[in-house]
């Protein structure tokens, strides 16, 4: 009997440590890229950390919002689309008044997510396909909107940019993101109707509200987002916001984020994700490569942790 | 040659830390039925997915008349002469009836690599018809057909090809009487060829009935194989929990009063295409039970109730007067409901035991009451409190519930609800696929909650549970109440069966 049992606390001693490995594995990336690119740039990445860490503010803020999607068991690649829109809104309104800007910005994107929502969860059609639909329309009309010239914000936008403002911001936003999700039941709903949908439902959890809200929640976030891309660079263009969606999902899954949602889904995984995603591509900038070779190697590093990541167990084809 | 068909040698298997089977050996002959006995957990399915190639084998060898055999797959296994039909659903949907027959034999149909689907077709009919199953057609797809008639389809897919052993895994809880009648007659006839059945089942009367032989696992451990001529029910029993079974399985009173308060009441339920018109009270203290074929709509009740039916109508009521439309409305209002499919409905199968137990009762975990904040220690001291009230087998609350077996699962889904101190609770096939340990502790919990003034709805398709537990049960035929009795110790299964058919 005793034999048995060190065997088992041996077992479970080693699937504790396998757990470890995962839960650590993004947090031991985060610091060998960043020693990593401090040595082969000789330090430059450090001593321009404010400018490395320029673009972490708007993809933190609207990645905490995807991961909200995707614990729940969703995608959403509409992000860059709502960022662009709601920035377009940001920069008309802030001509009249800043908070009204933020408001506003924050109201589209909530109003593209309920789209967004109304489409997943009304007419249950799955989350990826609505949101690419989505995705291009909400281009094309930043496109039309700014057919003639990028929309000019206030110059008052410009001039609240600064680090510690923007920093400031995001702490604020993760934070109520992080108490929200580990210190109210919203984080165990999220992760029970991405575990199981239908038993999450036979729980008490509803799910069809849950989900809508979840997606005006989301839009709402990068609406905000957008107001933080307003202030850096004070116009929107038509590309406003492009490929955001993509930087997002890579950002989440170097994070450790299990990409079918689900109990496995732990709220560093968006701020560590982030941070390590902007790390990596600034530094790989500085080190010189092209956009091409960037993708490439982004590719690469994608592949690689969605292969560490995945959830096999509860393997199921995302919605 | 002998008579021996399988020598089990030394087989062992592990699963992560628990040691799902330590060292088992016996053997099986030929022409008989084979039956493996055992609690949940006992390593019975662990041994046969091994013989039919669906886990991969450890240590120990399976020698099938005289040869070594190390089975890859199901396919491999087939091709050594054994097959397998499962507890739960075995066929794949989106193919034929045909395609499903011959999956992974379809070589002897394909020329130049074409498939030649006419011939499949006919072949399948062929074997339909020799084997009785008349309103199955091959060139269909397998979701045309219910639950029982995808179970025939199995057993024309495990057998024709006349395989030396057939393995039979708790098919016949999933079975109506009629099902189970035609499985018993393909059984027979196996026999009869001289092959061999390994039979699995948690009903010891059918055991008793149905097998020659009986093979008892414990905990992964080899116990002993005796004649089911020379064992009486009372043997079985001791010899799977290892102690003798004291006290009562079921409810032991008769002629009590049943209260008259009624605490819901249902009345006009309809959904459409499943049950018509279903009206009845449920009063305090009272167990009611709902019997019938399982297509006769008793199961879609006990969801109507819970609000989890789609397009209901007609009104489900509290004594208080507040209606129950939806799911999260009748958990609030005390109402309770583990469905029939387990697994899907009842319990988060990819998330831990704490979350799963916590789930319904989060509201009252906070920090203080008003604010939205949830406390984590309260949560799972509450979540270890009725694991263990439960006794359930885990490594700990953090213990993901698909590591459990199908048994300690049920206790987890009732750990929720007794944590969330429901008064109405529905209870749908609560013993479906458990062994008999577990079952007395379900039945005892269901005495003594209705003891605290808790009122039960039970459906089962097991007529003799519902006899031995409930004050009152209801009768479903195609959709609408047929009948309906109170409990008695003069009640046996013919009343009721006569009432459902």
């Known amino acids: 009997m005793t034999e048995v049992s060190v065997n088992m606390d041996a077992e479970r001693a080693k699937a504790h440590k396998v757990r470890m490995i995962r839960a650590l594995l993004p947090i031991a990336g985060l610091i060998f890229v960043f020693v990593l690119f401090n040595i082969l740039t000789g330090g430059r990445m450090i001593s321009h950390m404010h400018l490395a860490m320029s673009q972490v503010y708007v993809t933190m803020i609207a990645a905490m919002g995807v991961f909200f999607i995707m614990t729940m068991g969703g995608l959403d690649f509409s992000q860059g689309s709502i960022l662009g829109l709601s920035a377009i809104v940001v920069c008309y309104l802030s001509h009249y008044s800043i908070p009204l800007a933020i408001v506003g910005g924050m109201a589209v994107g909530a109003a593209v997510g309920a789209v967004n929502g109304y489409f997943y969860v009304r007419r249950k059609i799955k989350s990826f396909i609505v949101t690419i639909c989505t995705m291009f329309l909400f281009r094309g009309l930043i496109k039309f909107l700014t057919t003639e010239a990028p929309v000019a914000g206030s110059p008052y936008l410009v001039l609240m940019d600064s680090t510690e403002f923007k920093v400031m911001c995001t702490l604020i936003v993760v934070g109520l993101g992080y108490i929200a999700f580990v210190h109210t039941k919203f984080g165990i709903c999220l992760k029970s109707i991405g575990a199981g949908e239908k038993a999450a439902m036979f729980s008490g959890i509803r799910t069809d509200r849950m989900k809508f809200l979840v997606y005006v929640l989301s839009g709402a976030i990068t609406g905000f987002a957008a107001f933080i891309s307003a202030i850096k660079v004070g116009s929107v263009t038509s590309s406003g916001g492009n490929q955001l969606e993509t930087q997002i999902l890579i950002a989440l899954v170097l994070g450790g984020m299990p990409i079918s949602g689900g109990a496995m889904a732990r709220f560093g995984n968006c701020v560590v994700g982030s941070l390590l995603y902007v790390i990596l591509s600034s530094g790989l900038t500085m080190m010189g490569f092209s956009t091409q070779l960037m993708q490439l190697i982004q590719g690469v590093i994608f592949l690689l942790f969605v292969f560490i990541f995945a959830d096999r167990k509860a393997i199921q084809v995302i919605k | ?501």
């Open chain 2, 1 to 501: 040659m002998s008579d021996i068909r399988l020598e089990v040698k030394n087989i062992s298997k592990n699963f992560g830390i628990t040691r799902a089977l330590k060292n088992v050996s016996f053997t099986i002959n030929k022409g008989e039925v084979h039956a493996l006995i055992g609690e949940n957990g006992s390593g019975k399915s662990t041994l046969t997915n091994m013989l039919t190639g669906i886990y991969p084998m450890e240590t120990g060898t399976f020698v099938l008349d005289g040869q070594e055999i190390h089975p890859k797959n199901q396919v491999d296994a087939n091709n050594l002469g054994i097959s397998i039909i499962v507890q739960e659903l075995g066929t794949l949907s989106g193919l034929t009836v045909a395609e499903n027959i011959f999956l992974g034999h379809e070589d002897r149909f394909i020329k130049c690599g074409i498939r030649n689907t006419q011939k499949m077709n006919a072949e399948a009919n062929r074997l339909l018809e020799k084997y009785g199953f008349n309103n199955i057609k091959a060139n269909k797809m397998v979701d045309e057909y219910n639950f029982e008639d995808r179970k025939l389809i199995e057993i024309v897919k495990a057998t024709y090809f006349h395989p030396k052993i057939v393995v039979i895994d708790e098919t016949t809880t999933a079975l109506s009487q009629e099902g189970r009648e035609e499985l018993y007659k393909h059984m027979k006839r196996i026999r009869d060829e001289g092959n061999t059945i390994i039979f699995i089942s948690h009903d010891l009367p059918e055991i008793l009935s149905k097998s020659d032989t009986i093979t008892v696992l414990r905990d992964g451990d080899y116990i002993t194989t005796v004649k089911s001529a020379d064992v009486k029910e009372e043997d079985l029993k001791k010899l799977m929990v290892g102690r003798e079974v004291t006290g009562d399985y079921y409810r032991a009173d008769y002629g009590e009063e049943i209260s008259k308060e009624v605490v819901l009441s249902v009345r006009n339920v309809t959904v459409p295409g499943i049950i018509h018109d279903v009206s009845f009270d449920l009063h305090k203290g009272e167990i009611l039970g709902f019997g019938g074929l399982s297509e006769s709509g008793m199961h879609e009740v006990g969801k109507a109730i819970f609000g989890a039916s789609y397009d209901r109508e007609g009104s489900v009521v509290l004594a208080n007067g507040t209606p129950i439309n939806d799911i999260t409305t009748a958990i609030n209002n005390s109402i309770a409901y583990t469905s029939k499919d387990r697994d899907n409905e009842s319990i988060v199968i990819n998330e831990s035991i704490r979350d799963n137990i916590a789930l319904p009762s989060l509201d009252k975990l906070r920090r203080s009451p008003g604010l939205p904040f949830i406390s984590w220690s309260k949560i799972k001291a509450f979540a270890l409190k009725y694991a263990l009230e439960m006794s359930v087998k885990m490594q700990g609350t953090e213990q993901f519930v698909s590591e459990l077996s199908g048994g300690n699962k049920q206790k987890v889904v009732l750990a929720r609800w007794i944590g969330k101190d429901s008064d109405i609770i529905v209870l749908d096939s609560p013993t479906r696929g458990i062994d008999i340990g577990v079952k007395q502790d379900i039945y005892q919990l269901m005495n003594k909650m209705r003891k605290e003034g808790k009122s039960i709805i039970m459906i089962s398709e097991e007529l003799m549970e519902l006899i031995g537990m409930c004050d009152r049960i209801i009768i479903m035929k195609d959709g609408t109440v047929s009948g309906e009795t109170m409990r008695s110790p003069d009640l046996n299964e013919h009343s009721l069966i006569e009432m459902m058919v």
